[in-house]
């Protein structure tokens, strides 16, 4: 192992691009912990009453950068540099931890830690959100309707899509559940299965929900017809037209679709890159409109892949309870942590009932089954009042195949591949784009999902950067989608949602390519 | 063949008790020929000038009812007949049809005509509702939570529900589809179909929707959850909370609950047990209010079952048109009816793009599998994004299951047993009910479809019957859950979606011993 050198220079303006945002969620960040300390500590250096794991880091990237140590290179084993520095194997890791947590090294399964590939290091983040939080009447453009058209050509390479390639999911297996239970319920599997669902699928999804700190019994769980018809009957439970909700800035524009087609107003409340929506501009507009729920996805949102630390998300729910503001909480990312536990849904901070949580096995197993469901606390009848007066109830078959999935034990292993797949997909697509892109590009550094978000320079145009990339044959998400009004001109969303393939690489590169020109 | 007496005396009081209402309806029927013509004619005595078949079908009747002919007896065959006569086959064909349109006799399959058990055909139908048309809100009352409460319950027969016994669909057929579509379909399978949903199901909508007179593309067909998904995404296109919708009276309470779960108010035109909705109530009503949609069941309409015939249908289509008001038609029993072509739906008579057809195949083949339609004419755009918001896409592998089972030719064989094995229910449950209930007890007499409409004797509470037969182990659907406004007080309906078993018979006797207690 090569003498390290200084990593700080890896993290230019990081810390600096955090900073012009003077927020609450900074403050949170600190008391977060490691997962969710900034990239600032690296960039000022850290003081000797810092706890020794923070020194070590700290050492570690101030001996790098002299040359040395490469892009792509091993770190010593735990156990080596633990032996080396005298410190113990636990202080090693949690620096190693707060060094991935920045981007600066990565965690390779079965094989170690490694520099990152420098280029995707450097990119700075994306900024957050600017602007004032006005209610705002929803009109989605119909760059989604095109987005959507796309989606059927065969012939583009879809980056824009946020599905995973069916190659990453147990394809074969939920054939064979399908069929098994299909055989086995007989008449059953073609009744109707009436609200809140199928036992079996319930006891599932709160056995699971107990795992992330959730106590709910398999009484409060709704089944549902994806994560979107929950978010549907949520808001119809709380909420009706003309009534302002508060989202993420930038948000999945199928939310925003959701909120217009309710005739309902949204309240576009910035969020931060890494630690998600801003909780002090969020108690501003708090204060300032009559806010009848809040929209938002604490784990790994869309596009940006923010993670909320656990501090951030109590200190949410506890806003919105004091204000009993139910929030509509869209965990169907929460699964896909790259490393690391499960982050906790905000709901498991809730004391009132308030929180609705929702989420779908659309984005671990199979889109195309429209299995999901809803936790919906206090507002349990009302939502299953809606489900049933919606559509009656949510498909049998479906559900016992998932069930049958989840039964027997093939989830945990499925999801701890998918996870390190998608952690490689974002590493490479993200390495592809720093690579490739204009100078001045700036990527999200997503800890899990498989969305990326990418802020071009000044001048380029996204929009224009979708319609070359289609006429091209390859689909991206512009940026102007994941707002109400008129922002992100600069922004694209880009899918990390299949395998690494020349096909994808030559993509990401016609794409820079067309991003130079622009 | 004994001597054929009058049988008049079998149809007391039809043509006087639907005589109260004096409306456009009528006007219709005797425009639409024989599967309209009223029960009047057979009371009143027919003129030389009426045609052959309407002089003869009267003669018939009157040279029963002299004890020599008895319920269940076979009548003379058609070409028996039509030699004794000295008539055309087609005219004893005609009479044959206007009897069985009265209820008189019942044709058996490869059986020949029979005069039908007396004492249903003694039964007089309900009488349509009265009242005044005013919008209201609407609020669903815990009797349809209770009653579905009830149909999670193994130990009760359900007559309440509806919604058909497994045993009368192709259930081993429809999972051998699934099973093999799924295999086949690969990664496909679990991905997501998005809206207008699966071509090859698209096509099969569209072919059949041609059989019965709709010319419409592949292109128009948008899938959904089910017909009450399709419903509700009709109603958000053209309506919004506050606005006024036009139902029948009584109208299936699931279409009330859509109503009020959306905000809107319900205007409740009565409609006649045979030929549907009053159009001269309807033009008042359209008159007096700015109704924004008017949301219908033409063909067998539940729970009345009624069926308006297609004269009816043009007037209604030209009504609204005049008026551009939205007609949205629910034709989900319309495959079901018991004897003759399938009836046109609404839409057939449609030229301005205004009639939303909605249907699906949780009638015919598997409610469990959530798969419907609906053919929003112009509102094409908007139904499909408000689809997209509201669930994303439809289930990929149902759509397929369906789609293969349409495609290999078992629907129509299907069908047809099916349409039998009701006709023959209906008929069987109609008797008990006949044979059982108070005296003076009025029950429909649908031409297709599983739903009967029992009026009990003034006095006997509808509720009290619902609960007591509850407690007894039997489960019916409770009058006034089908309207907005206090109705039905001693209104039932009972579902004939079982065959028929000893049990069932049991269920029955004890209700109308249950409804004489009273």
Not at 231 to 238: F, S
Not at 367 to 395: D, H, M, W
Request: with cysteine.
């Amino acid at each position: 192992m090569a003498q390290m050198t200084s990593l700080s220079t890896a993290l230019p303006g990081r810390a600096a691009r955090r900073a012009p945002t003077p927020t609450a969620a900074s403050g949170v960040s600190a008391a977060s912990g490691v997962s969710a300390a900034s990239g600032a500590g690296a960039a000022s250096g850290v003081s000797a009453a810092a706890p020794l794991y923070q020194q070590l880091a700290h050492e570690l990237v101030s001996l790098s950068g002299q040359g040395a140590l490469r892009p792509g290179d091993r770190l010593p084993s735990v156990r080596t540099l633990s032996e080396q520095r005298g410190v113990s194997v636990s202080t090693v890791l949690q620096a190693y931890l707060l060094l991935e947590s920045r981007g600066v090294i990565e965690k390779r399964p079965q094989s170690g830690h490694y520099l990152r590939a420098a280029r995707a290091a450097s990119a700075p983040e994306p900024r957050t959100a600017r602007g004032s939080a006005q209610p705002r009447r929803v009109t989605v453009s119909d760059l989604v309707s095109r987005l959507y058209g796309a989606a059927r050509d065969p012939s583009l390479l879809l980056l824009g899509g946020g599905h995973l390639d069916p190659s990453l999911l147990p394809v074969e297996r939920l054939s064979r559940s399908l069929a098994s239970v299909a055989r086995s319920a007989g008449g059953a599997g073609v009744a109707y299965d009436p609200p809140p669902g199928l036992l079996a699928l319930r006891r599932q999804v709160a056995r699971r929900a107990a795992e992330c700190g959730v106590a709910v019994s398999a009484d409060e769980v709704i089944t549902t017809f994806g994560t979107m018809e929950a978010l549907h009957l949520c808001l119809r439970a709380v909420a009706r037209a003309g009534d302002a909700v508060v989202v993420e800035s930038p948000a999945y524009y199928g939310l925003l679709q959701l909120i217009e087609s309710l005739g309902m107003r949204a309240i576009e409340v910035p969020a931060h890159a890494q630690t998600g929506i801003d909780l002090p501009l969020l108690t501003a507009a708090l204060r300032q409109h009559d806010v009848k729920a809040c929209l938002l996805v604490p784990n790994f949102s869309n596009p940006i892949g923010a993670l909320m630390p656990d501090e951030a998300k109590r200190e949410l729910v506890q806003l919105l309870a004091r204000r009993e503001i139910p929030l509509i909480e869209d965990d169907v990312y929460g699964d896909l942590r790259h490393e690391g536990a499960r982050p906790r849904p905000a709901r498991a901070f809730d004391k009132k009932g308030l929180v609705m949580l929702c989420s779908s096995f659309s984005k671990t197993l199979a889109p195309g089954y429209r299995v999901g469901y809803v936790l919906p606390g206090r507002f349990r009848e009302t939502v299953e009042r809606l489900k049933f007066a919606q559509s009656i109830a949510t498909a049998t078959l479906p559900q016992m195949a998932i069930a049958d999935f989840l039964d027997n034990g093939g989830y945990e292993r499925h999801l701890l591949r998918l996870r390190r797949a998608l952690a490689d997909q974002v590493a490479r697509v993200s390495d592809a784009v720093a690579e490739h892109f204009p100078r001045g590009t700036r990527i999200s550094r997503p800890r899990g999902g498989f969305l990326l978000w990418v802020e071009l320079p000044a001048g380029k145009n996204a929009v224009e950067l979708f319609e070359r990339g289609l006429s091209h044959g390859v689909c991206i998400a512009p940026g102007p989608i994941f707002a109400a009004k008129p922002r992100f001109a600069t922004c694209v969303r880009i899918s990390c949602s299949m395998p690494w393939t020349e096909r994808v690489a030559s993509g990401l590169q016609l794409l820079g390519k067309l991003a130079n020109e622009l």
